[in-house]
């Protein structure tokens, strides 16, 4: 079956710091989505990437969705305390099954 | 938009004892609601799939006698934990999907389980 690969398991960056996570499927994907869980709380959804090639913006925040739709990243830009959490992204193959990566926790030294 | 709600959020059992966990869609008509189970500073694991009106699409090794799933409504998706034991004991998390958000699961906040 379909699986979903992320790395790294965890970052600590010190505030201020770029941080990176990645993320790799084993099949080719309809789109990849991107959540974020805060420390207790219940996965919120980030984005959706849908277009080979595709990159997306939310201020910090940049998405970039490979062009073999196999392969995402989400690359967060001079961290701030309120980036910590984990961030999961989940693939979509064809169908509407969504499969989880593991999720990268990140913690932010201030 | 897209509010999903989940009732209760935590709960306390004796073993053997049943719990029903429910997940409604708010402010959107969910043709589609889905099961996970998130084990501390883990992934989400997906139990299963309901669609309104038919049965629960279970995952491998979810026991589906173990986990009744009911979608009896497009608002309404309920998950009864049978004859719980300690190591059901998770975190329980639902999530919705709809004609508007097509391809966009949109989550509750979760049921914390504890079995004694």
């Known amino acids: 079956g379909q699986q979903v690969m992320q790395i790294p398991q965890y970052q600590h960056v010190q505030e201020g710091e770029d941080f990176t996570t990645y993320c790799n499927s084993s099949?080719?994907?309809?789109?990849i989505q991107w959540y974020k869980q805060r420390p207790g709380g219940h996965p919120v959804f980030l984005i959706q990437?849908?277009?080979?090639?595709e990159v997306k913006k939310q201020k910090r925040l940049t998405f970039q969705f490979g062009e073999a739709k196999k392969n995402s990243s989400l690359h967060i830009t001079a961290t701030q305390t309120t980036d910590v959490g984990t961030y999961f992204c989940?693939?979509?193959?064809?169908?509407?099954?969504?499969?989880f990566g593991a999720g990268t926790i990140l913690r932010v030294k201030s | 938009g897209a509010v999903v709600s989940q009732h209760p959020s935590w709960v306390i059992c004796k073993s053997g004892t049943s719990v029903k966990i429910e997940c409604r869609s708010l402010?959107?008509?969910?043709?589609?609601m889905f099961w996970y189970r998130q084990f501390p500073k883990q992934s989400l694991m997906l139990m299963a799939t309901?669609?309104?009106?038919?049965?629960?699409?279970?995952e491998q090794g979810v026991e589906k006698d173990k986990f009744l799933i009911n979608h009896a409504s497009l608002t309404l998706s309920t998950l009864t934990v049978t004859s719980a034991h300690p190591e059901d004991s998770s975190f329980y998390i639902c999530?919705?999907?709809?004609?508007?958000?097509?391809?966009?699961?949109?989550f509750g906040p979760g049921t914390r389980l504890t079995v004694l």
């Open positions: 999530s919705a999907e709809g004609v508007t958000y097509t391809d966009t699961q949109y």
């Open positions: 099949t080719t994907l309809s789109n």
């Open positions: 990437l849908v277009k080979s090639g």
């Open positions: 989940a693939g979509l193959e064809d169908g509407n099954k969504l499969v």
């Open positions: 402010d959107f008509q969910a043709t589609t």
């Open positions: 309901s669609n309104e009106g038919s049965k629960a699409t279970y």
